[in-house]
């Protein structure tokens, strides 16, 4: 696929995300909330060495926080892949992948699917080369679009692929929206509102600063530092009740929000390692209704 795009460097905080998932994978205990044996394979030796030398690092509250989520909300989307698949849905693309690892440790459900994975081409680029660098085959089903969203829009990028406009679909967006403006960030919305139902979407966002407890806020400084840091900055935050509005105008019919508690109950319920639900939410599901 060709990017128009000018050239950037491979995403740090995607790199940043596929270590938080190794962590979960070599420190944590059973059962694994996301198992993600793949993610460390992509690591350098010399980050697989902190994690499994210094260990202590990773119980940090602030680590462990971070980590619940990043894992969570992959838990929760593949999940949700899994029943789209079984109502038929063929088609999953995964925007921001990053360094996701799905496509390449997906199970027998998943076979039946034409994956899209979506990002930068320089990420792109660096994804394989550590794939190749770990022995991790490329399957079959998978395609790689490279799209800038903020230079190109996501439908002419999309068009660039094999990718069937006409059929149900589920996307996942997940640590993406947040980098995005927010006119970027509607257009995805919109493009995946005027696919067939039962299309989905599940995606993660961040409500703005004046809604957070005063640890949370001082926590999201912390990360938002690090971030701009890395030239990677934060640009865009929702109202969680307009942004529900917003998407009930589109034609999204079913509008599901994991909460803490649900998280808590289904997903971190009877552990002895201390991992806990993220206090708050911000992970979406919405499925495409009936036009009429």
Request: glycine content about 6%; overall charge negative; hydrophobic content about 40%.
């Amino acid at each position: 696929m060709v990017d128009p795009a000018p050239a950037r460097n491979s995403s740090r905080t995607a790199l940043g995300v596929a270590t938080l998932r190794a962590v979960h994978h070599i420190v944590d205990g059973q059962p694994k909330i996301l198992e993600d044996p793949i993610a460390a394979r992509l690591l350098d030796p010399e980050t697989l060495d902190q994690i499994q030398n210094h260990p202590a690092r990773a119980q940090e509250p602030w680590a462990k926080g971070l980590r619940s989520h990043v894992i969570l909300r992959s838990r929760f989307a593949e999940d949700r892949l899994a029943g789209a698949v079984h109502r038929g849905v063929h088609q999953c693309v995964i925007l921001g992948a990053g360094f996701d690892t799905f496509a390449y440790r997906q199970p027998d459900w998943a076979h039946s699917l034409r994956i899209y994975e979506v990002d930068h081409r320089a990420t792109q680029e660096e994804k394989r080369q550590r794939l190749q660098s770990a022995g991790v085959a490329i399957p079959s089903n998978l395609e790689f679009v490279a799209v800038d969203f903020e230079s190109v829009s996501l439908r002419q990028g999309l068009q660039a692929s094999t990718l069937n406009f006409s059929e149900a679909t589920f996307f996942s967006c997940l640590g993406v929206l947040v980098y995005l403006t927010p006119e970027a960030a509607h257009a995805i919305f919109q493009l995946v509102a005027g696919f067939p139902a039962p299309s989905e979407i599940v995606f993660t966002f961040s409500p703005p600063v004046s809604s957070l407890s005063t640890t949370e806020a001082e926590l999201r400084a912390t990360v938002s530092e690090r971030v701009n840091a890395l030239g990677e900055p934060w640009q865009t935050y929702f109202d969680p009740h307009q942004l529900i509005d917003d998407l009930r105008s589109l034609g999204f019919s079913s509008i599901d929000s994991l909460d803490p508690e649900a998280a808590e109950r289904i997903y971190f319920q009877n552990r002895t390692d201390g991992l806990r639900a993220p206090r708050r939410g911000g992970i979406v599901a919405a499925v495409v209704g009936h036009k009429s």
